[in-house]
């Protein structure tokens, strides 16, 4: 059971007995009184309560401060937020890699929440990112990164780091290759999450890849890692926007 459940079902159940209504229970012989009142309610209180505690605690845990507000958007070629998700995801995905990453594409719909300035705590990074996504590398054809320009320039892009491209509706599938082909390699290697990996988001492009590689670490937490690291630093989270995906 993951930690945010757990979080979730221990603090609804204490929510549930210390607020439900007395009812009663009418048997054969006999009339029952149930409520919060009766002792193996406040067994099961007393029982979650040390669990509660040390769950609240731990999620209230400040793993760094931000400089400024990360705020979720859609519908931009690039966001503050996505650029430093997509940013952590490639370095720490690439300190446990051991190898060259070409670049790193994840989604804004993965994002469900802002990050606020000042203390960034860890439930609120279990709110940014509630899933369970592990962070691999798909290693794809020239053929399957054309594919996956054409989808950034349809979708009107997503968060991406280690890469920059001009999308305009002039450049031809000609010109793409040629400019791949600059690069001497005709295979690619990309960071992404194991649920856009297997097709999540219309990312159709990462179906049948050369080769699918764990990185053995969840998105969730390569974001707490990073923090705790640029903490430990002294460093405050600050936002960049780049230019990374131009539109002409």
Same mark, same amino acid.
Request: proline share 3%; with cysteine; net charge negative.
């Given at each position: 059971?993951?930690?945010?459940?757990?979080?979730?079902?221990?603090?609804?159940?204490?929510?549930?007995?210390?607020?439900?209504?007395?009812?009663?229970?009418?048997?054969?012989?006999?009339?029952?009184?149930?409520?919060?009142?009766?002792?193996?309610?406040?067994?099961?209180?007393?029982?979650?309560?040390?669990?509660?505690?040390?769950?609240?605690?731990?999620?209230?845990?400040?793993?760094?401060?931000?400089?400024?507000?990360?705020?979720?958007?859609?519908?931009?070629?690039?966001?503050?937020?996505?650029?430093?998700?997509?940013?952590?995801?490639?370095?720490?995905?690439?300190?446990?890699?051991?190898?060259?990453?070409?670049?790193?594409?994840?989604?804004?719909?993965?994002?469900?929440?802002?990050?606020?300035?000042?203390?960034?705590?860890?439930?609120?990074?279990?709110?940014?990112?509630?899933?369970?996504?592990?962070?691999?590398?798909?290693?794809?054809?020239?053929?399957?990164?054309?594919?996956?320009?054409?989808?950034?320039? /349809?979708?009107?892009?997503?968060?991406? +780091?280690? *890469?920059? =491209?001009?999308? #305009? %509706?002039?450049?031809?599938?000609?010109?793409? $290759?040629? /400019?791949?082909?600059?690069?001497?390699? +005709?295979? *690619?290697? =990309?960071?992404? #999450? %194991?649920?856009?990996?297997?097709?999540?988001? $219309?990312?159709?492009?990462?179906?049948?890849?050369?080769?699918?590689?764990?990185?053995?670490?969840?998105?969730?937490?390569?974001?707490?890692?990073?923090?705790?690291?640029?903490?430990?630093?002294?460093?405050?989270?600050?936002?960049?926007?780049?230019?990374?995906?131009?539109?002409?």
């Amino acid at each position: 059971m993951n930690k945010l459940f757990t979080y979730l079902l221990i603090t609804t159940l204490s929510f549930l007995l210390a607020c439900s209504p007395s009812t009663k229970y009418v048997g054969k012989n006999s009339t029952i009184a149930v409520d919060s009142t009766l002792s193996d309610n406040q067994q099961t209180t007393y029982l979650i309560k040390p669990y509660k505690e040390k769950l609240d605690a731990e999620m209230n845990t400040v793993l760094v401060i931000s400089a400024e507000e990360f705020p979720k958007e859609k519908g931009k070629p690039e966001t503050k937020l996505g650029n430093l998700v997509a940013d952590l995801s490639l370095e720490i995905a690439t300190q446990l890699y051991g190898d060259s990453i070409d670049f790193c594409l994840l989604n804004f719909g993965g994002l469900r929440t802002s990050l606020p300035k000042g203390e960034i705590t860890k439930g609120k990074i279990f709110e940014l990112m509630p899933f369970e996504n592990e962070l691999v590398v798909i290693t794809i054809t020239e053929g399957k990164l054309i594919e996956l320009i054409k989808y950034l320039k /349809l979708v009107g892009g997503q968060p991406i +780091s280690g *890469f920059e =491209i001009i999308l #305009s %509706d002039k450049t031809t599938d000609e010109e793409l $290759k040629q /400019l791949f082909s600059e690069t001497g390699t +005709s295979e *690619f290697k =990309i960071l992404t #999450s %194991d649920y856009l990996a297997g097709g999540g988001d $219309k990312m159709n492009f990462f179906l049948n890849p050369i080769k699918t590689e764990k990185v053995g670490i969840k998105l969730r937490d390569a974001i707490i890692q990073y923090c705790i690291q640029e903490n430990a630093k002294g460093n405050q989270l600050t936002g960049k926007l780049d230019g990374r995906i131009t539109f002409e």
